[in-house]
C-alpha cells in the first residue's frame, strides 16, 4: 500500500502533515543558516535572531502578550516541569482538575510529598465538563496558592472557561497556569492566565521537541536549569533576565524557524473555518459510529470543544482496536492518552479508549473505511 492509504487520525498527539512551508522553513535553517540566534554576531546569527524572534512575538501575540517573556522549551512538558517547580513553594496549596496530562500529573506528584503540597484535583461534572462555578467554588474552599489546568481534555475534546478560571483565581490572588497544548492553535488563547505553556507539535502544526512558556509582567519564574545561554558568558552566575534565563544550552532553532513558518501559515488560513469544519467531521463520525452496536462514545458537553472524538468497545480492548485500524492503514491513538486521572471517572482506567483526531475533514471513502473498520472490531 501507498502512503497515499494512510489515514492519519492522531493530530491531538501529534499534527500530521505539516503545511509545506513548515518544512521549508527547517530545511533553509539546515541548508543556509545553521547556528543559533545567540551564539554570535554574524550574519547568519541575525538571520536566526529575526526568525527566532518573530516566533517570539507571534506566540505573545497569540497570548495577548508581547514577545519579550516566550521562553522557548523542548516541549509543554518541560514548560509545565518548569513553571510548577518554580511556582511551588513547600506548604503550597494547589488546585488543578481530573483532566490533566502526565506533564502536570506526575510533576504534582513528584513534588507533593517533598514540598508538603496540599492537593485538590477537581473531578468532572456529571455531563463531562467543568463548570466555571465549580471552579469558582473549588478555589473558594481550597484557596489554592497555584491553579494548574489545561484548556482542553485531550480524551474527550471538552474545552473549558479559561477565561473564568483564571479570573476566578486572580480575583483570590491565586497564580494561574494554563496548559494550552490541545486549543492553541484551534482557539485564541489570550484569557488572562498568569502563566501560559504549550506545545507548538499539536494544533500550533511546527514541529516536535519545542514548546513555550510565556508568563505575565509581574509572575517571578526562576530558572530550573542553568548553563550557556550565549549572553553574559564571563560570569558564573546564570543570568536571570526572560527569555534566555529558560533557555540554557543549545536551542532547537530548526523547530523554532519552522514554528515561525507555521504562525505565519496560520495568519492565512485562520483557525476558526478550519476548526469548524474539523468538529463537523467528528460529529459525521460520532453519527455514524454511535449506530454500531458494542461501540460507546464518550462525549463532551455541548459548547467549545476540540476536533476529538474518543471511544471503546464492549466486546474488544481499545488495543484491540487500535490493530485493527491499524492493519487498515488508519492511526489513531488507544490507550490512557498520558490523562490517567480522567480514565477513573470515565470508568476506562483498564485499558484507556480509542481516541479519533482528525486535523481535516475526511472523504465519504475513508469515513466508510473507517467505520467498516471499527465495526468489524466491534463484532458487527
Ligand atoms: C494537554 C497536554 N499537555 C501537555 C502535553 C505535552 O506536550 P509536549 O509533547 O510538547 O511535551 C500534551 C501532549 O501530549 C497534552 O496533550
Known sequence: MSDDDLLYLDHAATSWPKPQVVLDAMRRWYEQVGVSAERGDGERCQVARAEVAAARRGLGALCGLGG???????????????????????????????????????????????????????????DGGLAATGMAAAIARHRPDVLVFTHASNVTGAVFDAAAFAAAARAAGCTSVLDVSQTAGWLPVDVGADVVVGSAHKALLGPPGLGFVIARPGVALAPQKQGGTGSSQALERHPEAWPTAFEAGTPNTPAIFGLAAALRW??????????????????????????????????????PRTPVLSLTLADADPAELGLVLDAARIHVRSGHHCAPWLHQHLGTQASGTVRIAPGAPLGDRDRQRLVEAVASAAGG
Open 68 to 126: 519579550d517573556r516566550v521562553a522557548f522549551v523542548s516541549g509543554a512538558t518541560e514548560g509545565l516541569n518548569l513553571t510548577l517547580r518554580a511556582l511551588l513553594r513547600p506548604g503550597h496549596r494547589v488546585l488543578t482538575t481530573a483532566f490533566e496530562h502526565s506533564s502536570v500529573v506526575r510533576p504534582l506528584a513528584a513534588l507533593r510529598a517533598p514540598l508538603g503540597l496540599s492537593l485538590e484535583v477537581l473531578p468532572p461534572d456529571p
Open 266 to 303: 496560520a495568519d492565512a488560513h485562520p483557525a476558526p473555518p478550519r476548526l469548524a469544519a474539523c468538529l463537523e467531521e467528528v460529529e459525521r463520525l460520532a453519527d455514524a459510529l454511535g449506530q454500531l452496536p458494542g461501540v460507546q462514545l464518550l462525549r463532551p458537553p455541548p459548547g
